[in-house]
C-alpha cells in the first residue's frame, strides 16, 4: 500500500515551464509509476511512466516536451513539463503499481491530482 500526493500545478502562460512532484507515503520501490491527465470532457489518458530499472514510455503529444524521473532515496517522483501547450490544461494525477513499460492498464494506486492550467 502506498500513498500518493502531488503538487506543483498552477496557472502558466503557454510556453513557459512547471515541474509537478509526486511524493509517497513510503518506498517507491519496486513500484513503477506513471503520470496521467484528464482534461474538461475527456477520459483520463497516460502521460508517462517509468519502470524501477529507469525505462521510460511517454504519451505521442508530449514527447520531447515532458520527461518523467524518479528519486527513490525521496520517494518522489516528477514530471518536467516544458514548452507548456494550453492543450496541456488538465488535472495530473500520479499512479503507482507492479506494471511494466509495456502494461496498458494502470497501477492501483492514485494521488488526488494537481491542476495544470495553460493561457494562451
Known amino acids: 500500500q502506498v500513498r500518493l500526493v502531488e503538487s506543483g500545478g498552477g496557472l502558466v502562460q503557454a510556453g513557459r515551464s512547471l515541474r509537478l512532484s509526486c511524493a509517497a507515503s513510503g518506498s517507491i520501490f519496486p513500484y513503477a509509476m506513471a503520470w496521467y491527465r484528464q482534461a474538461p470532457g475527456k477520459s483520463r489518458e497516460l502521460v508517462a511512466k517509468m519502470a524501477p530499472g529507469g525505462i521510460t514510455v511517454y504519451a505521442n503529444s508530449v514527447k520531447g516536451r515532458f520527461t518523467i524521473s524518479r528519486d527513490n532515496a525521496k520517494n518522489t517522483v516528477y514530471l518536467q513539463m516544458n514548452s507548456l501547450k494550453p492543450e496541456d490544461t488538465a488535472v495530473y494525477y500520479c499512479?503507482?503499481?507492479?506494471?511494466?513499460?509495456?502494461?496498458?492498464?494502470?497501477?492501483?494506486?492514485w494521488g488526488q491530482g494537481t491542476q495544470v492550467t495553460v493561457s494562451s
Open positions: 499512479n503507482a503499481g507492479l506494471f511494466t513499460v509495456a502494461t496498458t492498464r494502470p497501477g492501483d494506486y
